[in-house]
């Protein structure tokens, strides 16, 4: 499996984090506006089979993603499939054509920084609020004691540099701000 | 809608044509390997539908293409969506995540002349044979009388290149490698 590992927590502090992240060596990335389009399948459900299908529109770059389910526990960790496209409206235009829809829009600015192969990414979500990722991508290889062991290890990294970042574990979530935000907007519906 | 308008006709003799393209002033633009997967969809009878998505490889350059149904009569005029991507076995296997299937493969070499603003094609394929085609892209905009006489005046384009390219009428078909290439397989089958 090709893919990525990844963790986020809330943060209430962002400039502390952003000397956290400068403290254990962090290397500025870049950083910008995300715009991501999640579709719904025109025969298959997605979000049942927990996966998804997202276009990002990042300045000038945009890439179309297709998410697997889920494995494991204490990290999110899924197979992640990545082409570049180079015309977004009409990538949009061509999922429509085949009978995907538009569902859901997120929006968010990304701060990114690289610390130990890993990308540690301080986001600002339009209607959520401030998060810190943690990411590293899981790549295709054989490692002792086979992918169980080696996605373990993906994992324990992440938690170490959460760690060094002084986030606690149980503040760490492996939901996805997709489905943070579809659980905003039901309990808010429910609030009504 | 924008899109193109096509015929195409199988030739006979190659060395002929390409001096009749030379003489009405076709202008050569590119030669080269063109490798074209054809997909079928999760649930839509694309085939049915007369439409079809498309995945070309030609060199380093990767399209998607989305083909609408045929419209009109004489010529093959279609919607055409297309986006580059910049990694073809992803796409693939992006593809495949979403259920679509693979289905058909049409390898050509084609070497391409412009004239009077169409495009024309002399394509060798593979299990087929020698064809030419005559192209010209549709682009939205509004014309005296609307779509239709648009339409129309795009078509007349094809045929007065087939005309000075010596290409009698009753020789251009709309019909795709795919169909005559799907029709191929089945008489040949239908021989056995």
């Known amino acids: 499996m090709t893919g990525e590992a990844e963790v986020k927590a809330r943060i209430e502090d962002r400039e502390d984090l952003l000397r956290r992240i400068e403290a254990i060596g ?43 389910r889920r494995v494991g526990k204490g990290a999110k960790i899924r197979e992640e499939l990545e082409v570049r496209v180079d015309d977004f409206e009409g990538m949009v ?48 290889g054989e490692g002792e004691g ?10 324990n990294k992440l938690f170490s540099i959460a760690d060094r970042l002084g986030i606690p574990r149980e503040r760490l979530t492996t939901e996805s701000y997709l489905e943070l935000l579809a659980s905003k907007s039901s309990s808010s519906k429910a609030l009504r």
């Open 146 to 155: 086979g992918e169980a062991k080696r996605i373990e290890a993906f994992k």
């Open 26 to 68: 962090g290397g500025f990335v870049r950083e910008g506006a995300q715009e991501d389009l999640y579709f719904r399948h025109p025969c298959r459900d997605l979000k049942g089979r927990d996966e998804a299908l997202r276009l990002r529109r990042e300045g000038k770059n945009y890439t179309l993603t297709f998410k697997g």
């Open 93 to 140: 235009a061509l999922l429509e054509r085949l009978g995907f829809e538009e569902v859901f829009v997120i929006k968010k600015r990304r701060r990114e920084f690289t610390v130990d192969m890993a990308t540690v990414a301080l986001d600002s979500v339009d209607g959520l609020g401030e998060f810190v990722e943690i990411e590293v991508m899981i790549t295709a």
